[in-house]
């Protein structure tokens, strides 16, 4: 973004402020910045659940949590993080996102994200042929390659096999393997012109040509049937990333498998056995999901392949582990009305927000009015050189007689000198161009969109104070993030010596519980527990009787070792460590039992054992620190009379 913008940013948010304080209430301020009732009462608001101690729950408690909050914030103004590109960048990109869902309320998305309901009904299945041709190609290489692909076309409707044509003609990468094979695919999952000529011709049938950015095709739609629905379902999962297991995850997962197949539960195994906490506590079940959701399509494609509720899978394997998976449901396909934010969203960010952008421009245009200016094209086309071709053209100032007015949206005026500064930024990240012709268009029509909004969100944060208080959020926590970055988190992480210091200074709180080295044996029957226990008591070790009681293929008993504390899960609710042979105890619909072959007492644990921890708490005292030393650098003053009546409106 050129300075003319974020001059005018900087502008229009001075004025915010200042017409602000004229209306409300100054609750306190830092040095001399002005910090006011209503910011903190939204913040207040909205945040209240997640406060923990009941201390900061009243104003008065929640008014010193905030403080800390913007003492951060002037810190990291002082330290001029907010001048830093990253901050820039990302600030940017936060408020396009966010003023979308104020200025992309129109009649078009509406309409383009119920056809793309429409279409997400079904899956096309289809291959196509591709002649490449950028958009910014001279008009010759154009002409010539749609000759091509009408050539081509022609005699694909003629009759010639479509794939030979594919495999000899097409120039799509690895065209003679796969002869512009597309698969099976639905609504977004292709560019909008192409996503548009497949939907739109029959099965068996041929497209007419079709122009996208990567050149000229055209389309055979081989088959076209419903979309799968969304399928919800369980499972029980055994990583493989795990290297400390005394068991390998094929054998744990066969022998589950196979406890399954003699009747035990399937929600009880999840929660003893289960490496998916998250779902091994409700039973492993997942939230529901359709294809392409996850990120294991082996997990989609055994999940989609269990016909009736209630069946289960063999063992599955993933890129995380091994899988059991059963299914719970298949849901109806939502309605449009259920899933109409998540395709209004994604038609904004898609290869559709084209026919959107032209829409919003003219909305915009209409609102604040919109004047052309002196054509632009007569000028540039002798102003930019042929450098700005090879994106090394160096800028410099239009002169003031001949830099005329561009066009004038609202009250603000764009001049020639503006777009020249955004051409000279933009050819330094732009793909090359050929045509000089396209290059001015091209840029023309991005720097009219970018005026155009850019007017839009200042003007929004004067007359949107919901948009301005979660603008003013936002920058906020990307200030204090990189903030905290330089002074707590990486000065921490990067002081070992402290770390260590700590860590002496604070030896009692790095204490070892007793722990057991012990064989953990279960299973889900009553009898086979207490042959357990009496082979156990014979001096059998845990592999022996796993080996004894597993035969014929048949999983009776689940063995884990190791050195465990007494209140880690793998150990039984209420165990007591005693050498030897416990009691058998019942957890889970499960039956386990411990053999102790030692007892480790509490006691310290030395720095390497416990790095993670330290370097945590370390963190944590090097906070405290640092905001002991901001509250000694700023001059912070409450207003108490607004504070009263904050107290009294919140009834706090």
Known sequence: MNKFFIL?????????????QQKKDILLTIDDNVILANEFKRVYKKNLDLVQEES???????????????????????????????????FAKYQEQLSRN?????????????EAYDRGLDEVKASHILIMVNYDAVPQDTLAAYNKIKAIRDRAIKGEDFTALAKKNSEEPNAEERAGDLGYFTAFSLVYPFETAAYNTEVGKISEIVRTQFGYHIIKVHDRRAKASEITVSHIMISTRDTTKSYTPKERIQEIYALLQQGDSFENLAKQYSDDKNSGKNGGKLRRFSKGDLRSESFEEAAYNIENPG?????????????????????????????????????????????????????????????????YSP?????????VLLRTWDYDTIPSAENSRMFTIGDREI???????YVAARQKTSKPYKSFVKLLADY??????????????????????????????????????????????????????????????????????????????????????KQVEALLKQGKTGEEIKTQLNANKKV?????????????????????????????????????????????????????????????????????????????????EVNQKTLKKLKKELKS
Not at 66 to 79: G, M, P, R
Not at 602 to 610: N, R, S, Y
């Open 102 to 114: 104020y200025i992309f309320e129109n009649k078009v998305t509406s309409e383009l994200a119920r």
């Open 379 to 387: 000028f540039f086309d002798t102003y930019l050189p042929e450098k």
């Open 56 to 90: 900061q729950k009243s104003v008065e408690g929640y008014l010193q949590l905030f403080i800390d909050y913007k003492l951060k914030v002037a810190e990291a103004y002082d330290q001029d993080f907010h001048n830093t590109k990253n901050y820039k960048e990302d």
């Open 444 to 529: 023309y029509d991005e720097f009219e969109t970018l005026a155009l909004k850019t007017y839009f969100k200042d003007r929004l944060q004067l007359e949107n104070e919901e948009y301005a208080g979660i603008i003013s959020e936002y920058q906020d926590g990307l200030l204090i993030f990189d903030v905290m970055k330089k002074n707590v988190w990486n000065k921490a992480k990067k002081d070992t010596l402290g770390q260590q210091k700590y860590f002496e200074e604070n030896r009692g709180k790095y204490q070892w519980k007793q722990r057991v080295n012990a064989e953990i044996i279960g299973t889900s029957k009553s009898e086979i527990s």
């Open 415 to 421: 001049s020639f000198n503006d777009f020249a500064q």
């Open 311 to 375: 069946d289960i899978t063999e063992p599955v394997q993933s890129d995380f582990g091994w899988h059991i998976i059963r299914l719970e449901e298949k849901h109806p396909s939502p309605t449009f009305e259920e899933r109409k934010e998540v395709l209004e969203r994604r038609v904004k960010e898609g290869s559709r927000s084209k026919i959107v952008t032209n829409a919003v421009n003219k909305k915009i245009k209409e609102k604040y009015g919109f004047i052309k200016g002196e054509g």
């Open 556 to 636: 009776n008993v689940l063995l884990t070792k190791g050195i465990f504390e007494i209140d880690e899960r793998e150990l039984p609710s209420g165990f007591s460590p005693q050498m030897g042979v416990s009691k058998i105890y019942t957890e889970n619909d499960s039956f386990i039992i411990v053999k102790v072959d030692e007892i480790l007492p509490a006691g310290p644990k030395e720095f390497d054992e416990i790095k993670g921890r330290v370097l945590s708490d370390y963190q944590t005292y090097v906070e405290k620190t640092w905001m002991d030393m901001l509250k000694a650098k700023y001059k912070v």
């Open 8 to 20: 005018s940013f900087t502008l229009f948010f001075v004025a915010i402020s200042a017409s602000a």
